[in-house]
């Protein structure tokens, strides 16, 4: 297990006149699940795909542990991006290097309940379905640092909760340093541990907030609705990044 230190001097796409990332520094610790929450067009995307290694254009550097390596990513994007002519367990082993033991996929499957599923393929899903098993092709990499770019965006709220408490099920039992892009500030309440608000670009770092939620509590509305209203009491500067 490795600490992350990610720490963006600049970034500037070729065609803008200003940075869309200036001077921003974050620290991950091992296992931990963080929460960035920002205004639409800041730069969450951008900042994850830099971190992923897909963006290669910025002045700065991603530290694992004492190492200058690149991080070995699990990315979760906003379309689960499954291939339609693989059944669902074979887009899962797609993901792997090498062939693993059928016991490690047969985990993650039972884990996020799609075992009965396995053999299906995307066309049969529904969204939910598809997002689990894009959960479950990020974490049998056995990331560094699982990259999740609001992966529960257009659920209806029903299916978003049982999604994120299976996604938390399964952390708990295989736990991953986690960096997780939201806009809504409960969601990112009931999953985090620490809570990172970012300006409108240039991205800047405006707060972090630990959580103190037990997690035994984070299935109640009621407390969460209670710590957010404490926060936008507290830190009336986040009102604006929501």
């Not at 639409?40 to 897909?54: D, M, Q, R, V």
């Not at 109640?220 to 986040?238: G, H, K, N, S, V």
Request: glycine fraction near 4%; include cysteine; proline fraction near 6%.
């Amino acid at each position: 297990m490795t600490d992350i230190q990610i720490s963006i001097n600049n970034k500037t796409y070729p065609t803008a006149t200003t940075p869309s990332i200036a001077n921003l520094k974050l620290s991950l610790n091992s296992n931990e699940f963080v929460c960035l929450v920002g205004p639409s067009g800041c730069g969450k995307t951008t900042l994850l795909n830099i971190i992923a290694g897909l963006d290669k254009d910025y002045d700065g550097e991603i530290r694992v542990g004492q190492q200058h390596k690149q991080a070995k990513i699990g990315y979760v994007f906003q379309n689960p991006r499954l291939l339609p002519w693989r059944t669902v367990r074979e887009n899962v082993e797609l993901a792997l290097d090498a062939p693993q033991s059928t016991g490690v996929v047969d985990d993650l499957l039972e884990i996020m309940q799609l075992t009965a599923a396995q053999h299906s393929y995307p066309e049969r899903l529904s969204l939910g379905m598809s997002r689990r098993v894009a959960i479950i092709r990020a974490f049998a990499v056995d990331p560094d640092v699982l990259l999740m770019d609001e992966p529960f965006v257009s659920l209806d709220a029903p299916t978003a909760r049982r999604v994120r408490e299976l996604l938390l099920d399964l952390w708990r039992q295989r736990p991953h340093t986690v960096l997780f892009v939201t806009h809504d500030l409960r969601e990112a309440i009931a999953l985090a541990d620490r809570l990172i608000f970012l300006s409108a670009s240039p991205m800047q770092l405006v707060s972090e907030i630990s959580v103190p939620i037990p997690r035994t509590e984070r299935h109640d509305e009621l407390a969460i609705e209670a710590f957010r209203q404490q926060l936008l009491t507290y830190y009336p500067e986040i009102k604006q990044l929501l």
